[in-house]
């Protein structure tokens, strides 16, 4: 193991900080707090209960979904679920930050 430290290139923290900005966006974290957690959602279900247009809510989902934030399960592909793993990863990183400003 080594005990250098390891810096971050552009293309990682271009990521990191997308990753950041659609975290804290309110209307992502709306969408994410109503994706239930024990189960994958459909668009039409979504876009019912959050009453938004499906195109916007699609487009929303596909920016979290390429952020790593939402994703398909195999089992059901056209529906969402929260990748809480990831989402709570962002959340502890970012909160010494927020702290600190």
Avoid: W
Avoid at 75 to 81: D, E, G, N, T
Wanted: with cysteine; aromatic share 8%; proline share 7%.
């Amino acid at each position: 193991m080594s005990t250098e430290k390891k810096f971050f290139d552009e293309k990682q923290m271009q990521l990191a900080i997308k990753r950041l900005e659609l975290f804290l966006d309110p209307l992502s974290q709306r969408l994410l707090e109503e994706i239930e957690p024990q189960q994958a959602m459909h668009l039409p279900q979504l876009s019912s209960l959050l009453r938004q247009s499906p195109f916007q809510l699609k487009k929303q989902l596909d920016q979290l979904k390429a952020a790593g934030l939402v994703y398909s399960p195999k089992r059901y592909p056209k529906a969402y679920a929260v990748n809480k793993m990831k989402c709570v990863k962002i959340y502890l990183k970012a909160r010494p930050l927020a702290e600190a400003i």
